[in-house]
């Protein structure tokens, strides 16, 4: 796969999901397997997915860098990423869930996962 696949199964997914109402994303191509994109989706509700990823695809998908970030009216609802937290005790790959001290461990998760997982918000 090349990265410019991965691009556009990015754009598909999130065209796929009705409940969106505005998306602003940016793709930026390193080379031929590897990329950045940064993101922010905006749902019905006013509540906003913000998201970035520095991933190399090829025979398996390698994220480097990842943050999936759903807040409403400024307050977080939950986050996934794997940057390390200094001074804490913190899997590589965790979620915060409702505030930033509520740390559980995560797989690596993507974005069409985490858009599965704002729709039951929705639904509340």
């Known amino acids: 796969m090349l990265i410019a696949d991965y691009f556009r199964r990015i754009e598909e997914t999130v065209s796929s999901f009705p409940a969106i109402s505005a ?3 940016s793709f930026d191509q390193r080379t031929h397997n590897i990329g950045f994109i ?3 989706l905006t749902f019905r509700d006013g509540s906003e997915l ?3 990823e520095f991933v190399k695809v090829g025979d398996e998908t390698v994220k480097y860098k990842y943050a999936y970030h759903y807040q409403k009216d ?3 609802l939950f986050r996934y990423d ?3 937290i200094p001074l804490k005790d ?3 790959h965790h979620k915060h869930h ?3 001290d509520n740390i559980i461990e995560t797989n690596v998760t993507d974005l069409e996962d985490v858009l599965k ?3 039951t918000f929705l639904s509340t």
Request: avoid cysteine; charge should be neutral.
């Open 23 to 25: 998306s602003e994303i």
């Open 38 to 40: 940064k993101g922010v």
């Open 50 to 52: 913000h998201f970035k």
């Open 74 to 76: 400024d307050r977080l």
């Open 82 to 84: 794997n940057h390390p």
């Open 90 to 92: 913190v899997p590589k």
């Open 98 to 100: 409702l505030s930033e």
């Open 117 to 119: 997982e704002v729709i």
